[in-house]
């Protein structure tokens, strides 16, 4: 008699084959348990005092409202507890009111400096630090670069426990990281994820190449450390994207190298010194990269420039397309700013660049960021004259000239909604500088540049509008 065999039911199968594969996953997951032990007595707990104007309203941790749910926890600290402004004992309306706040920050020297955001500390009458063994010391603000938001904190104090920082230019996305920080108050709060993006580069931001990730960060977090597995800090949490006030899944940390570098300046000299190129840039389209001849859509076209600023005294013109700095691509214009920043003044930068379609070296001395913004003019119209684009432009006298601060050009006075001119992007009251890389005079000159342009094509035109130069494309054939 055969044996009896019965086979083993389809879910108890894949159930034998899925329990191994989990414990490998769950064996591959990251610890962080040594990590924050030996990374927290160097993190520091960041508040400040701020005493408001009469009428200022309170913003709450790093300018945003407290959420109701949370102000118990905090007592009198705030508007709203007891004893606080506006509770019971508290200041009554038209009195001075103080603002407390809350972040993070940690320690990178044995004597007391500390590195944290600069919107943290930003116009703080008091800056208190609290250590991870519960010392509180007030500390001095050795200086804050808004540019990069970076700030270097000072305590009067020895052998504190410091953070060993890592190299930032060697991240990949999708490494682990973690946070260590104070979210709404919670001290050493600690949340983890993975590196999403780097070299992000944000709005109002063009200093900063950010690292994105994942890790849950809220406010108090911020000037707090990013680590990696290996316990060095990689990055300054600063910012995160929000549609509620708190975390959706985007963080962004400063760079530690940028961090360092701005906060070795800032105790060194009190100030940061970057480099300046004197140029104003705009993206390059892809109707911009035909009519510059150029198969890609890259680099920072060189829409105006300052004549005695660096890039001038270099050799650069209106109408270029930067496409390397030193070797590294200028992938987008925003990143311009970030690849001559670093560049230290006084010191040459090769620039690549793309002129009447050939590419060309040029090596500029930078500059010394200057404190100052240069005044812009305004513009004003007074005659007309019909021009075949579907615009109608008057012509610029001398002290027309001399106040707009250009050499050269045609007022556009009426654009028709449908014409080329419109299409472009060209506006009543822009003044037309050059077409197809020729200097426009006046109104006649400017129907004889239309007429001998190609109409399978796109032209650059170069126009200076509310103070500032710009390029844009016309095609001639898409009216």
Partial sequence: ????????PLWALLLALLLPWQAAQARDLPDFADLVEQAAPGVVNISTTRTLERGQAFEGFGGQDIPDIFRHFFGDRFPG?????GGP???GPGQGQERQSLGSGFIISADGYI???AHVVEGADEILVRLNDRREMEAELIGADPQTDV??????AEDLPTLPTGDSDTLRVGEWVAAIGSPFGFDYSVTAGIISAINRTLPRDAYVP????????????????????????IGINAQIFTRSGGFMGLSFAIPINVAMDVANQLRDDGRVRRGWLGVMIQPVSRDLAESFGMDTASGALIADLDPEGPAAEGGVRAGDIILEVDGEEVERSRNLPRLIGRVSPGSDAELTIMRDGQREQVTVTIGDWPDTDEPRAEARDERSAQARLGIAVSELDEAERERLGVEAGVMVREVEPQGAAALAGIRRGDVIVSIDHHTVESGSQLLELV?????DRAVPVRLYREGRSLFVALRLGQN
């Fill in 115 to 117: 590195l944290t955001n």
């Fill in 81 to 85: 507890g007891p004893g606080g402004p």
């Fill in 451 to 455: 007429e001998e342009l190609p109409t």
């Fill in 89 to 91: 004992g508290g200041p």
């Fill in 1 to 8: 008699m055969k044996p009896i065999t019965r086979s083993l």
């Fill in 210 to 233: 950010f690292i994105q990730t994942d890790v849950a960060i809220n406010p108090g977090n911020s000037g707090g450390p990013l680590f990696n597995l290996d316990g060095e800090v």
């Fill in 151 to 156: 700030a270097v904190l000072k305590v009067d």
